[in-house]
């Protein structure tokens, strides 16, 4: 870009403002940035760039981000939420997967001195070493705006890292923030909403129209905020209760005793639908009951009576 139209396109980048970027919840600055670059939005990513300044500002303040906070942001994109958080918070680490947004950011993030960018997959992050590194071993705060195709397998990665974070505020897919926090008996609740719920406490805090994204994504957005647990809220045996939550799901529409009794495997124990079922009764439950009318306590629950019946 030459003479007049490279002007302009500096003038709505740098509005003027030496030193440091101008703010892309403006959507013409956040279509100058990509155009500038070249970049599209990569579907191998999930990339959406949020553009709506009250979503972002939201999304922080249910994060309780305050200058004493050490912030971990994964999916940075081109720096949209990271200016607001950099101004809110202490330090900002983000992890950013994709190489080509590193020219992007170096620009956007221009005059904003208290972020780090790691470039690399956040599923390939050692979360100790980075809370070790850069907030002395305390837990940090997490902050993202998700890919909807790996939000799954991110959050129970960064879940399972216990004590590494305070709590995790993100923004997902509206039907798996749903999912998340459903409760026993609901359509939505299977084995995802027990597993963060062992972990955390989960509420939506704001829900978002594809309108606040460029490009709109085909789907409603929910902005999910998880205070973990210092400890879990339920007596357990962790690997006895999760293969116990795998079985009961993986075979939803059979009864608890017949999906446990077909996919429980631990510690090279199975169980049969007899030992299931008797210990259902043993807890004043029917024999016949599925898996998704039980609660977490009563999942915990079931898998004590087995372990007193040295079944597990």
């Not at 300044?53 to 720096?79: K, Q």
């Not at 897919?173 to 955390?200: P, T």
């Not at 309108?211 to 647990?229: D, G, I, K, N, T």
């Amino acid at each position: 870009m030459t003479g007049k139209d490279s002007r302009l396109d500096r003038d709505i980048l740098f509005g003027g403002m030496p030193g440091q970027a101008p703010k892309l919840t403006s959507p013409g600055v956040t279509r100058a940035v990509l155009a500038q670059f070249g970049i599209h939005a990569r579907k191998k990513y999930g990339q959406n760039f949020l553009t709506d300044r009250g979503i972002v500002t939201g999304i922080i303040d249910a994060a309780g981000i305050t200058e004493d906070d050490c912030v971990l942001e994964i999916g940075p994109g081109i720096g949209t939420m990271t200016q607001y958080l950099s101004e809110a918070a202490g330090h900002v680490v983000c992890v950013e997967i994709d190489t080509n947004l590193r020219p992007v950011l170096d620009q956007t993030l221009a005059g904003y001195d208290n972020v780090d960018v790691i470039w690399q997959d956040i599923l390939r992050t050692d979360l100790e070493e980075l809370a070790e590194e850069y907030n002395e071993g305390r837990p940090l705060k997490v902050v993202a705006n998700l890919p909807y195709y790996v939000t799954t397998p991110i959050l129970l990665y960064l879940l399972e890292e216990k004590g590494c974070f305070e709590s995790i505020t993100v923004m997902v897919q509206k039907e798996v923030a749903d999912r998340i926090c459903a409760g026993a008996g609901s359509k939505e609740y299977g084995a995802l909403s027990l597993a963060v719920q062992y972990y955390s406490d989960p509420e939506i805090v704001l829900k978002v129209p594809p309108a606040c994204f460029m490009p709109r994504p085909a789907v409603e957005s929910a902005v999910l905020h998880l205070q973990a647990y210092e400890k879990p809220p339920v007596d357990a045996d962790e690997e006895v209760l999760f293969a116990l939550i795998r079985a009961s799901f993986n075979q939803r529409r059979k009864t608890l005793a017949n999906g446990i009794a077909n996919g429980f495997r631990c510690r090279n124990k199975t169980l049969s639908r007899a030992d299931v079922e008797t210990s259902l009764e043993a807890m004043g439950l029917s024999p016949s009951i599925r898996g998704e009318k039980l609660s977490l306590e009563q999942f915990a629950a079931l898998s004590r009576t087995l372990a007193e019946r040295g079944l597990v």
